[in-house]
């Protein structure tokens, strides 16, 4: 009965970490996920090894330290599946995989213990039990960056910048036409995906008051900060009305990614009519993107709905679309980055909102299960996606610029 137990224990363990670690080894994101795959590769062969082991110990004895192959396996079975089975319930949500690493460690402890009780022949003690320690150290160690300190080590993040070029008049003088660059520099060491970018040009008007304004009407002013995204400035004689929607777009396909160290560069141009009742234009470039290290997002980012149509979408979109602003949808499903995580998690949609509307335009993601999307999740909930998943939302704006000296080339 015993050496059953034994066999069964190893014979599974072997196949859990053969598994887990060829898909690591081959697939992972990162170094640190593809040396656990090899360490769980190297740990299957020494279970499978001591599943043979256990046999000649128990029944034949022809080999003098088969016990110390023995022993040496069923320790490594329980060291690695008592580290997974903390993984799966710190981070799995499937109830077998916690259950079937919980049966392995209790049995591969029982294995221990009988394996120990055997006399077991031990060639000098010291050195075998300074390389066991070792090596659980360097397992522990990996585990413990893979999963504590990779998680939650610097960000890195990308920049945009945004510059406007020399405007130009149409061929009646009746309009002009201002370029504007978008740039968009990745200089950390991984790559990003693309989950969706918007670019949105504002037209303000900003008469100028015949006086100065009283210190109560600076107070209006800022009070407005609290109730808008726009923080224009307290002026003795400017009166900062709104911003109005003037021209909106994506900049970069969504699903596409930027590499490490690289740079994608694009132009726009908006172009507004010469009597137009603005003075100012306020330009805005964001990005929401991914870490190509910390999530696979399956291609292509496809469209699904707009708000506006058939599809039933979330509740906090419906909202925004009564309050006039409309989204365009994009969804796909995303996988981790590590075959331990890709198993014992349930699959992930990550949904993109393009969202605009008379007073601007944005882009929002949520990563979630499937019709779960809609679901608010709590602040805590939010930080530890984007944990996760290296999220990084990327704001540029706004770029102003005053339109009276082209204006007054009528």
């Known amino acids: 009965m015993t050496l059953a137990v034994i066999v069964l224990v190893l014979l599974m363990t072997t196949a859990m970490l053969a598994r887990f670690g060829l898909d690591d080894f081959a697939h992972d994101l990162t170094f640190a996920g593809r040396l656990t795959g090899a ?38 079975a329980l060291l690695t599946n008592a580290m997974l089975l903390v993984q799966t319930v710190k981070d799995g949500e499937s109830a077998t995989y916690p259950a079937l690493f919980g049966a392995l ?13 055997t006399s077991v022949v031990i060639p000098a003690p010291k050195r075998v039990a300074a390389a066991v320690i070792v090596s659980s150290v360097i397992a522990i160690a990996n585990f413990g960056y893979q999963n504590l300190y990779q998680p939650n080590q610097r960000q890195t993040q990308p920049l945009i910048t945004v510059s406007m070029g020399r405007p130009v008049l149409s061929k ?17 060491d991984v790559g990003f995906y693309v989950l969706g970018t918007e670019f949105h040009a504002m037209g303000k008007q900003v008469p100028l008051s015949a006086k100065d304004r009283l210190r109560q009407q600076w107070r209006s002013d800022a009070e407005q900060w609290s109730k808008s995204s726009e923080l ?56 929401s993107l991914a870490r190509k290290d910390r999530i696979v997002l399956e291609s292509p980012l496809n469209f699904v709905a707009y708000s506006w149509g058939r599809e039933n979408v979330p509740g906090w979109v419906k909202k925004q679309q009564q309050s006039g602003l409309d989204s365009l949808i994009y969804r796909t499903r995303v996988h981790e980055n590590n075959a331990i995580d890709e198993n014992t998690r349930d699959p992930r949609f990550v949904t993109v909102y393009w969202t605009f509307g008379t007073h601007g335009a944005k882009v929002q993601t949520s990563i979630a299960r499937k019709s779960q999307e809609g679901r608010i999740p709590t602040p805590a909930e939010a930080s530890e996606v984007v ?11 706004p770029v102003e610029r005053t339109l009276w000296d082209i204006k007054s080339r009528r």
Do not use: C
Request: net charge neutral; no cysteine; glycine share 6%.
């Open 39 to 76: 360490v769980l590769l190297v740990v299957s062969f020494t279970t499978l090894v001591g599943a043979a082991a256990v046999l000649d110990h128990w029944i034949r004895q022809s080999f003098l330290y088969s016990g110390l192959v023995t022993l040496i396996g069923t320790f490594a």
């Open 387 to 397: 944990s996760r998943y290296g999220l990084v939302d990327l704001i540029t704006g």
């Open 172 to 188: 009646d003088r009746s309009a002009f036409a201002v370029p504007v660059d978008i740039t968009l520099r990745n200089h950390g």
């Open 232 to 287: 224009n400035p307290l002026s003795r004689r400017e009166i900062h009305q709104p911003g109005e929607l003037v021209e909106a777009k994506p900049w970069m396909t969504p699903g596409q990614w930027i590499e490490s160290n690289d740079t994608f560069a694009t132009r726009v141009v908006v172009q507004l009519p010469m009597n137009t009742p603005y003075d100012q234009v306020a330009l805005y470039a964001t990005a």
């Open 105 to 117: 460690t209790a049995g591969s402890a029982y294995a221990v213990f009988a394996v120990w009780r």
